[in-house]
């Protein structure tokens, strides 16, 4: 026990001590791959963070629908691999990317809490199909033109998607979505935003041939599925005398609880999951140079523009994906333009 001058001593230190404010956001401890695996709130796959962008003001994010898969012949663009240079076969995603329309500008401040909206300006023409996913404000509504530059540190654009104008979207609700406008000083955001309100934006304003993007979509949902497949664990032994698709033991007799680490039965998939460090291999606006005879299986004709990925992205086919500025930069490494030699367009129907 400590004696009432040891008390005293101890709280005059606790006193002296100077403590740092607690900081206003952190990046997730751990990987979302793991738990909790439950189904993801919204199809809109969401970004929490955003890359310092080097260049002039430029949109730092776009969005399209996923075609289908395919491969291609490219020269080995990969200075580590071991074919670097040569000829080889690798496997491509295609999405679709239609012009994506800017219904808003938003301005933040940096508060103890986070970003807090600080005013937001919307366009004076806004589509009809936005009254299907959200109330269409009214003409000036939302407006604030005294906003003072000097507080405001990050600018963002409303956007909205145009799935009407793309065959293999059978809808016509918009997805709405924040995208970040980075580079240039506040001031320079602030008019290069405003330049874009009610207009429209392509793929090519966000990213060029051989750049590195991260991918963010929603799994194909599985449903409900037992512990085997959920999780991977092993099979029990054959002698066991109830199951063997089963956990083992849901833990020892203290605590008195299931922990959330035991591996049990339960919903697989739909999880907003996101993939870093994708290749851009082509944007092309010629839609029908990639499609393959008869179309893509259950999406159909590719009629906008499309971006070309190397490798697979998260989610099924029809699926929103959304595309940001690779954040980690020390293997994000832009090269040359990548050289397409082949690209498949043989029918995938009965594959």
Same mark, same amino acid.
């Given at each position: 026990?400590?004696?009432?001058?040891?008390?005293?001593?101890?709280?005059?230190?606790?006193?002296?001590?100077?403590?740092?404010?607690?900081?206003?956001?952190?990046?997730?401890?751990?990987? %979302?791959?793991?738990?909790?695996?439950?189904?993801?709130?919204? @199809?809109?796959?969401?970004?929490?963070?955003?890359?310092?962008?080097?260049?002039?003001?430029?949109?730092?994010?776009?969005?399209?629908?996923?075609? #289908?898969?395919?491969?291609?012949?490219?020269?080995?663009?990969?200075?580590?691999?071991?074919?670097?240079?040569?000829?080889?076969?690798?496997?491509?995603?295609?999405?679709?990317?239609?012009?994506?329309?800017?219904?808003? /500008?938003?301005?933040? %401040?940096?508060?103890?809490?986070?970003?807090?909206?600080?005013?937001?300006?919307?366009?004076?023409?806004?589509?009809?199909?936005?009254?299907?996913? !959200?109330?269409?404000?009214?003409?000036?509504?939302?407006?604030?033109?005294?906003?003072?530059?000097?507080?405001?540190?990050?600018?963002?654009?409303? !956007?909205?998607?145009?799935?009407?104008?793309?065959?293999?979207?059978?809808?016509?609700?918009?997805?709405?979505? @924040?995208?970040?406008?980075?580079?240039?000083?506040?001031?320079? %955001?602030?008019?290069?935003?405003?330049?874009?309100?009610?207009?429209?934006?392509?793929?090519?304003?966000?990213?060029?041939?051989?750049?590195?993007?991260?991918?963010?979509?929603?799994?194909?949902?599985?449903?409900?599925?037992?512990?085997?497949?959920?999780?991977? !664990?092993?099979?029990?032994? *054959?002698?066991?005398?109830? *199951?063997?698709?089963?956990?083992?033991?849901?833990?020892?007799?203290?605590?008195?609880?299931? $922990?959330?680490?035991?591996?049990?039965?339960?919903?697989?998939?739909? *999880?907003?999951?996101? @993939?870093?460090?994708?290749?851009?291999?082509?944007?092309?606006?010629?839609?029908?140079?990639?499609?393959?005879?008869?179309?893509?299986?259950?999406?159909? !004709?590719?009629?906008?523009?499309?971006?070309?990925?190397?490798?697979?992205?998260? #989610?099924?086919?029809?699926?929103?994906? %959304?595309?940001?500025?690779?954040?980690?930069?020390? $293997?994000?490494?832009? /090269?040359?333009?990548?050289?397409?030699?082949?690209?498949?367009?043989?029918?995938?129907?009965?594959?």
């Amino acid at each position: 026990m400590y004696s009432r001058i040891q008390k005293l001593e101890r709280i005059e230190r606790f006193e002296m001590e100077e403590f740092d404010m607690p900081k206003p956001h952190r990046p997730k401890k751990g990987s %979302r791959g793991y738990s909790p695996r439950k189904r993801a709130r919204n @199809e809109t796959p969401k970004f929490s963070s955003w890359p310092e962008s080097q260049d002039g003001p430029r949109i730092q994010g776009f969005a399209g629908y996923k075609a #289908g898969m395919s491969h291609a012949f490219i020269i080995d663009y990969r200075p580590s691999s071991t074919t670097s240079g040569q000829e080889v076969q690798v496997p491509i995603t295609i999405i679709e990317t239609p012009p994506m329309k800017v219904i808003a /500008v938003k301005f933040y %401040r940096r508060d103890a809490y986070g970003f807090k909206t600080m005013g937001q300006i919307w366009a004076k023409k806004l589509d009809k199909e936005l009254s299907r996913r !959200v109330p269409v404000p009214k003409k000036g509504a939302g407006t604030k033109a005294d906003i003072k530059e000097v507080e405001v540190e990050d600018v963002r654009i409303l !956007v909205q998607t145009m799935p009407k104008i793309v065959s293999g979207i059978p809808k016509k609700s918009p997805e709405l979505m @924040e995208t970040r406008i980075g580079g240039g000083t506040i001031s320079e %955001r602030i008019e290069y935003a405003k330049g874009l309100l009610g207009k429209d934006i392509e793929i090519g304003d966000f990213v060029k041939d051989g750049q590195m993007v991260d991918v963010a979509a929603v799994t194909t949902g599985k449903g409900f599925q037992g512990h085997t497949k959920r999780w991977g !664990v092993k099979l029990l032994d *054959h002698k066991n005398s109830k *199951h063997r698709r089963m956990i083992g033991t849901l833990g020892p007799k203290s605590p008195g609880y299931v $922990r959330p680490t035991v591996p049990q039965a339960g919903q697989m998939g739909y *999880h907003q999951r996101t @993939e870093y460090n994708k290749r851009v291999l082509k944007i092309g606006e010629d839609g029908s140079e990639i499609t393959p005879n008869g179309g893509f299986l259950h999406y159909g !004709v590719v009629n906008n523009s499309y971006i070309i990925l190397h490798g697979s992205v998260p #989610g099924p086919i029809k699926r929103l994906i %959304r595309l940001r500025d690779a954040t980690r930069s020390q $293997r994000a490494v832009d /090269v040359e333009i990548p050289e397409l030699t082949y690209i498949s367009t043989e029918s995938k129907q009965g594959a």
